[in-house]
């Protein structure tokens, strides 16, 4: 008798769990939904507990949906290492003392160097990373065809040390049992950390967009020497300035990245600020040392 009425209960608890995972999640269950719980409560809120365990009930407003784009990470990971990259670069040759025309062969030919080098990395990254999870897809498949009782425990007990009742482990895992390719990819995401292998991404486009971001941020810091020339012949001015164009570069990357991650707006830019002002003052340390301190001349 208590068995059915379990049993009742969990097929009545699923389907509205169904629902709101295969419809609209902005739109969940409400109190006008007629789901009932098996235990005689019409209220759904009283009987399907939220992710923290507790009843479903109104909290604080949805959080914002992160911006950005598939590209997204490609374009503020090459936009941030150039800027710091070549700021850092014009500040070591600004404190030897070199001139501007050493500044700007130097700056671009490093410039495009390591865009190569950088896109090539992100592309090969990018290749051996899906690689890696279509590999452990094969073993996982061949696990799951060849050994599925044993398979089946350990995501049973996966999802037990995730907190989930043993009934309902096992439920589910019943469930996803007479499909294959989800639990394979239930066996790859909650036991080895591995998502799926995405087959639509391109790692040759990330590694464009990545050389691509990487030459127009980090043309930032020398814009001012080709700026400035008609204006001044100082190159402590152009300096300077190359601080001021890169100060700005950095800030508006640090917006983007929080906009991307969901961060708070201050946290980023103060960190990406950080990240340039230190590896600058570093290189420039180190030109002004090597230069005055140990002596080193043209």
């Not at 939220?50 to 992160?66: H, L, V, Y």
């Not at 591995?194 to 043309?219: A, N, Q, R």
Request: glycine residues 10%; charged residues 15%; negative net charge.
């Amino acid at each position: 008798m208590d068995g059915r009425a379990n049993q009742g209960s969990a097929h009545s608890v699923q389907e509205p769990l169904l629902v709101v995972v295969d419809g609209d999640p902005s739109n969940p269950p409400t109190r006008d939904t007629k789901i009932e719980s098996g235990h005689g409560h019409g209220g759904v809120e009283e009987n399907i507990p939220n992710g923290n365990g507790n009843a479903m009930a109104d909290t604080k407003s949805r959080p914002k949906i992160p911006w950005g784009g598939e590209y997204a990470k490609s374009i503020v990971y090459g936009g941030l290492d150039a800027i710091v990259t070549c700021f850092s670069l014009v500040s070591s040759i600004s404190a030897g003392h070199l001139s501007s025309v050493d500044v700007l062969v130097l700056g671009f030919s490093n410039l495009v160097a390591d865009g190569i080098s950088m896109g090539f990395g992100d592309f090969l990254s990018s290749s051996t990373e899906r690689d890696l999870a279509a590999s452990e897809r094969d073993v996982t498949d061949w696990d799951v065809c060849n050994n599925l009782h044993p398979q089946v425990i350990e995501l049973v007990t996966t999802y037990e040390s995730l907190g989930m009742d043993h009934n309902d482990a096992k439920m589910v895992v019943e469930i996803f049992a007479k499909y294959r390719d989800i639990l394979v990819d239930q066996k790859m995401a909650t036991q080895k950390g591995i998502l799926p292998p995405d087959e639509s991404g391109s790692p040759w486009k990330s590694g464009v967009v990545t050389f691509v971001s990487f030459l127009l941020f980090g043309c930032t810091p020398l814009l001012s020497f080709i700026v400035l020339i008609p204006v001044t012949h100082s190159d402590f001015v152009k300096f300077c300035g190359a601080c001021v164009l890169s100060a700005l570069a950095l800030l508006l990357l640090g917006i983007a990245k929080a906009k991307i991650s969901g961060q708070s707006y201050v946290i980023s830019v103060l960190m990406a600020l950080s990240n340039g002002g230190i590896a600058a003052a570093a290189a420039y340390s180190i030109g002004w040392f090597l230069r005055h301190v140990a002596g080193l001349e043209n």
